[in-house]
Protein backbone atom coordinates (compact mmCIF):
# COMPACT_ATOMS: atom_id res chain seq x y z
CA UNK A 1 0.00 0.00 0.00
CA UNK A 2 2.84 1.95 0.24
CA UNK A 3 2.69 3.22 -3.42
CA UNK A 4 -1.06 2.76 -4.36
CA UNK A 5 -0.47 5.01 -7.66
CA UNK A 6 2.31 3.04 -9.22
CA UNK A 7 0.68 -0.23 -8.63
CA UNK A 8 -3.16 0.19 -9.09
CA UNK A 9 -3.89 3.47 -11.13
CA UNK A 10 -1.36 3.60 -13.62
CA UNK A 11 -0.62 -0.10 -13.80
CA UNK A 12 -1.79 -1.47 -17.14
CA UNK A 13 -5.17 -3.89 -16.33
CA UNK A 14 -5.27 -2.91 -13.07
CA UNK A 15 -7.32 -0.60 -10.35
CA UNK A 16 -8.39 0.60 -7.20
CA UNK A 17 -12.11 1.34 -6.46
CA UNK A 18 -13.21 3.33 -2.65
CA UNK A 19 -16.75 2.79 -1.15
CA UNK A 20 -18.23 5.58 0.07
CA UNK A 21 -21.56 5.93 2.11
CA UNK A 22 -22.44 9.99 2.61
CA UNK A 23 -19.07 11.01 1.60
CA UNK A 24 -17.57 8.24 4.06
CA UNK A 25 -15.05 6.19 2.77
CA UNK A 26 -16.35 2.68 4.33
CA UNK A 27 -14.66 0.26 2.15
CA UNK A 28 -12.49 -0.18 -0.36
CA UNK A 29 -10.57 -3.22 -3.19
CA UNK A 30 -7.90 -3.07 -5.90
CA UNK A 31 -7.88 -5.82 -9.42
CA UNK A 32 -4.17 -5.90 -9.99
CA UNK A 33 -3.43 -7.71 -13.66
CA UNK A 34 -1.61 -11.02 -13.11
CA UNK A 35 -1.27 -12.26 -16.59
CA UNK A 36 -3.40 -11.29 -19.98
CA UNK A 37 -5.87 -13.97 -18.76
CA UNK A 38 -6.15 -13.27 -15.02
CA UNK A 39 -6.57 -10.50 -12.51
CA UNK A 40 -5.93 -11.01 -8.66
CA UNK A 41 -8.46 -9.27 -6.29
CA UNK A 42 -6.48 -7.61 -3.34
CA UNK A 43 -6.77 -5.70 -0.14
CA UNK A 44 -10.36 -5.93 0.06
CA UNK A 45 -11.47 -4.19 2.90
CA UNK A 46 -14.46 -2.78 4.96
CA UNK A 47 -14.48 -0.29 7.59
CA UNK A 48 -16.01 -2.67 10.60
CA UNK A 49 -19.10 -0.57 11.63
CA UNK A 50 -20.53 -1.00 7.95
CA UNK A 51 -20.08 -4.75 7.70
CA UNK A 52 -23.11 -7.13 6.76
CA UNK A 53 -24.88 -4.06 4.91
CA UNK A 54 -23.35 -5.13 1.58
CA UNK A 55 -20.29 -2.84 1.54
CA UNK A 56 -18.48 -6.03 0.83
CA UNK A 57 -20.43 -7.37 -2.18
CA UNK A 58 -20.84 -4.88 -3.73
CA UNK A 59 -16.34 -4.17 -3.68
CA UNK A 60 -16.30 -7.50 -4.68
CA UNK A 61 -18.80 -7.51 -7.68
CA UNK A 62 -17.04 -4.34 -8.77
CA UNK A 63 -14.06 -6.09 -9.06
CA UNK A 64 -15.84 -9.13 -11.01
CA UNK A 65 -17.52 -6.48 -13.34
CA UNK A 66 -13.71 -4.75 -13.87
CA UNK A 67 -12.89 -8.43 -14.73
CA UNK A 68 -15.50 -9.22 -17.52
CA UNK A 69 -15.12 -5.92 -19.35
CA UNK A 70 -10.80 -6.50 -19.26
CA UNK A 71 -12.10 -9.40 -20.76
CA UNK A 72 -10.25 -11.39 -17.93
CA UNK A 73 -10.95 -15.20 -17.59
CA UNK A 74 -10.31 -15.51 -13.97
CA UNK A 75 -10.17 -14.09 -10.89
CA UNK A 76 -8.02 -15.34 -8.19
CA UNK A 77 -7.71 -14.64 -4.60
CA UNK A 78 -5.92 -15.42 -1.25
CA UNK A 79 -7.43 -14.57 2.23
CA UNK A 80 -6.10 -16.22 5.73
CA UNK A 81 -7.63 -18.15 8.03
CA UNK A 82 -8.86 -15.86 10.76
CA UNK A 83 -11.45 -14.09 8.23
CA UNK A 84 -14.47 -16.53 8.47
CA UNK A 85 -16.74 -13.80 6.88
CA UNK A 86 -14.20 -13.26 4.01
CA UNK A 87 -14.63 -16.82 3.17
CA UNK A 88 -18.13 -16.56 2.91
CA UNK A 89 -18.42 -13.89 1.25
CA UNK A 90 -15.90 -14.60 -1.39
CA UNK A 91 -18.44 -17.94 -1.97
CA UNK A 92 -21.42 -15.80 -1.97
CA UNK A 93 -19.51 -13.99 -5.05
CA UNK A 94 -19.31 -17.20 -6.55
CA UNK A 95 -15.43 -17.65 -5.99
CA UNK A 96 -14.66 -21.22 -5.46
CA UNK A 97 -11.38 -22.34 -2.69
CA UNK A 98 -8.97 -24.30 -5.15
CA UNK A 99 -5.77 -24.76 -2.12
CA UNK A 100 -4.60 -24.03 0.90
CA UNK A 101 -0.95 -23.17 1.51
CA UNK A 102 1.13 -22.37 4.64
CA UNK A 103 2.27 -18.73 4.50
CA UNK A 104 5.37 -19.20 3.34
CA UNK A 105 6.35 -21.31 -0.01
CA UNK A 106 9.48 -23.41 1.07
CA UNK A 107 11.86 -24.79 -2.10
CA UNK A 108 11.66 -28.50 -2.01
CA UNK A 109 14.60 -29.22 -2.58
CA UNK A 110 15.98 -26.67 0.19
CA UNK A 111 16.56 -27.25 3.84
CA UNK A 112 12.98 -26.39 4.23
CA UNK A 113 11.67 -23.19 6.58
CA UNK A 114 13.77 -21.87 8.73
CA UNK A 115 12.71 -21.43 12.57
CA UNK A 116 11.96 -17.89 12.36
CA UNK A 117 10.16 -18.80 8.87
CA UNK A 118 8.22 -21.41 10.60
CA UNK A 119 7.33 -19.57 13.72
CA UNK A 120 5.95 -16.57 12.13
CA UNK A 121 4.76 -17.44 8.77
CA UNK A 122 2.25 -20.51 9.84
CA UNK A 123 -0.83 -18.84 9.16
CA UNK A 124 -2.95 -21.18 6.25
CA UNK A 125 -3.71 -19.25 2.89
CA UNK A 126 -6.75 -20.13 1.10
CA UNK A 127 -6.46 -19.54 -2.39
CA UNK A 128 -9.70 -19.16 -4.10
CA UNK A 129 -10.61 -18.39 -8.28
CA UNK A 130 -13.79 -17.84 -10.45
CA UNK A 131 -14.19 -18.13 -13.63
CA UNK A 132 -15.71 -15.11 -14.94
CA UNK A 133 -16.91 -16.71 -18.61
CA UNK A 134 -19.02 -18.62 -16.49
CA UNK A 135 -20.74 -16.18 -13.76
CA UNK A 136 -24.07 -14.21 -14.51
CA UNK A 137 -24.02 -11.78 -11.49
CA UNK A 138 -26.85 -10.28 -9.88
CA UNK A 139 -26.80 -9.37 -6.42
CA UNK A 140 -29.09 -7.33 -4.40
CA UNK A 141 -26.98 -4.84 -1.62
CA UNK A 142 -29.21 -5.24 1.31
CA UNK A 143 -30.75 -1.86 1.37
CA UNK A 144 -27.08 0.00 0.67
CA UNK A 145 -28.12 1.43 -2.12
CA UNK A 146 -26.04 4.55 -1.46
CA UNK A 147 -22.70 2.99 -1.42
CA UNK A 148 -20.95 4.36 -4.43
CA UNK A 149 -17.61 2.77 -6.15
CA UNK A 150 -15.30 4.97 -7.97
CA UNK A 151 -13.13 4.18 -9.66
CA UNK A 152 -9.69 6.62 -8.85
CA UNK A 153 -7.37 8.36 -11.54
Given at each position: MANIEHFYMRAPGSCLWVALL????VGLVAAMKRSLEVVELKRMSVDR???CCGVGMALGQKVLEFASSQKYSKVILGTTNY???AHNLYRRLGFHCVGVTNGYHADSTGPGPSFLEWLFYRVCHHHYELKVQQKHIDFHYNGCSQILQSRIY
Open positions: DGVVRYRTPA
